[in-house]
């Protein structure tokens, strides 16, 4: 877009300034897109990380710039492609909207929200189709789009193309939700944004590699020259998790905010506010305001929490396992705190907290890489594929790895729950010693271990 479109420019500290078409202003100026205003990119890790202040709503704007920024530079440099303005906006239009349907302390709603009897399944992703077409009817867009725009919007966002999309345009479903190989504008605005806010460096060149791509065979392809460009695109999404998004600090507040929203949910109805978008719009961050200004009686309980989080008494770790890669499979992919507790200990299940997650490079237990084609300047019809051998020998050969968390409730509890991990560990055949589950300073309290 340009001056001349009737749009706005908006300064923004990870891309400059951003020239927004009126195409695009139209979606953001809604109330279900500024809602995203009230919604924390990081979560709890705000908690943890006071730079870490950026809002969904930053965010969407950015992969919105960042998406009509890919489509211009392919539509400039092949023409024979005969890209139609109109999908230009729409793919821009699909990055803002994204993630219309993140919930309040994003990842940790949704962590809560499965473990919700029938909601096992959700994903933000289809509420933010709901919450699209909730913005679309509330606001009369439709008087502007199609059917088949919406539609095309859902495909991108969910990034599940049509058999005819796919095979008319695939390659658009490469820019916003890359399911190919996980090369996309989303990663390159969150990267670069969660690192700006959290005091990190970030070392990945988006620019760059925007700047590489060309289309071959329906789908994008990179410069050779960029592999190993694209390896440290996704080990910085790694070190991101490691190192902010699963904070153990930041983590034990999510698991207290969900035992808030599961002490809240009787009084405020939090899970058929799942039902419509139209109830999902009063879920926001300042729900957590809302309930510790509460006066109802049923909330004394979730107002108590609350006040733990705001003096610092929080639930404490008491335990980090790394499964090692040849006994991943020897326990079960869920953990409960009843499983843990019955392996040896005093405890009771409600006095601990078990959170398992895994960290890859984005595709499970895949190496990305060996999913992306790239191509030379020499031969712009011809795409192939770069084995990491050919990369650097110091690429990983592992590319995912599962961690098992134990808090307690109590602070008073941290030995005997780090005790209660270890027997649980040791029952299942795993060699661990108990001094290397967490760096914490041990107790002078005596734990029974098997």
């Not at 704007?61 to 729409?90: C, N, T």
């Not at 305001?289 to 639930?315: F, G």
Request: proline share 4%; with cysteine; charged share 25%.
């Amino acid at each position: 877009p340009t001056y001349m479109d009737e749009g706005k420019t908006i300064n923004d500290p990870i891309h400059g300034h951003i020239l927004l078409s009126k195409e695009l202003v139209r979606f953001i100026d809604t109330p279900q897109f500024q809602r995203e205003r009230d919604l924390k990119q990081l979560g709890t890790t705000y908690f943890v990380f006071p730079g870490a202040c950026h809002n969904r709503f930053e965010h969407s704007i950015g992969v919105a710039h960042l998406a009509g920024r890919q489509m211009g530079i392919i539509k400039d440099r092949q023409p024979e492609l005969e890209v139609d303005p109109r999908y230009v906006d729409l793919v821009s239009i699909s990055g803002l909207c994204h993630d219309l349907g993140h919930g309040p302390f994003s990842h940790a709603f949704e962590g809560w929200v499965h473990r919700r009897p029938g909601f096992s399944h959700w994903r933000h992703e289809d509420m933010s189709v709901k919450m699209l077409d909730y913005l679309m009817e509330d606001n009369g867009l439709y008087d502007t789009y199609q059917k088949s725009d919406r539609d095309f919007l859902v495909e991108l966002i969910t990034g599940r193309p049509s058999e005819s999309n796919r095979r008319e345009r695939g390659w658009m479903f490469d820019i916003v939700s890359n399911s190919r190989n996980s090369v996309d504008v989303d990663k390159f605005d969150y990267l670069s944004r969660d690192a700006y806010y959290s005091g990190m460096k970030a070392t990945v060149d988006h620019g760059r590699l925007m700047q590489s791509v060309h289309v071959i065979d329906n789908e994008i392809c990179f410069l050779r020259k960029e592999v190993f460009n694209l390896y440290e695109l996704f080990h910085t999404r790694y070190n991101n998790f490691k190192q902010i998004y699963s904070h153990r600090v930041g983590k034990a507040i999510e698991l207290m905010i969900r035992d808030v929203f599961d002490m809240a949910d009787s009084t405020l109805h939090l899970t058929e506010c799942l039902e419509t978008a139209e109830s999902y719009m009063s879920l926001s961050d300042s729900l957590l305001y809302r309930i510790e200004m509460s006066k109802e009686q049923e909330l004394t309980q979730a107002r108590a929490l609350i006040r733990r989080i705001r003096t610092r008494d929080l639930y404490k770790h008491a335990g980090e396992y790394i499964l090692p890669q040849d006994r991943a499979h020897a326990l079960p992919l869920q953990i409960s705190e009843e499983d843990v507790v019955t392996a040896g200990s005093s405890l009771s299940a409600s006095d601990i907290h078990v959170n398992t997650y895994t960290l890859n490079y984005a595709m499970k237990d895949r190496n990305p890489v060996d999913n992306i084609h790239f191509y030379n300047r020499e031969n712009l019809e011809s795409k192939f594929k770069v084995r990491k051998e050919e990369v650097s020998m110091l690429i990983p050969n592992t590319f995912s790895e599962r961690y098992i968390h134990v808090y307690a409730k109590d602070p008073r509890h941290v030995d005997e729950a780090r005790a209660a991990l270890h027997n649980y560990l040791r029952a299942h055949g795993q060699s661990v010693n108990v001094d290397a589950l967490t760096p914490t300073k041990p107790s002078p309290v005596k734990v029974m271990l098997k």
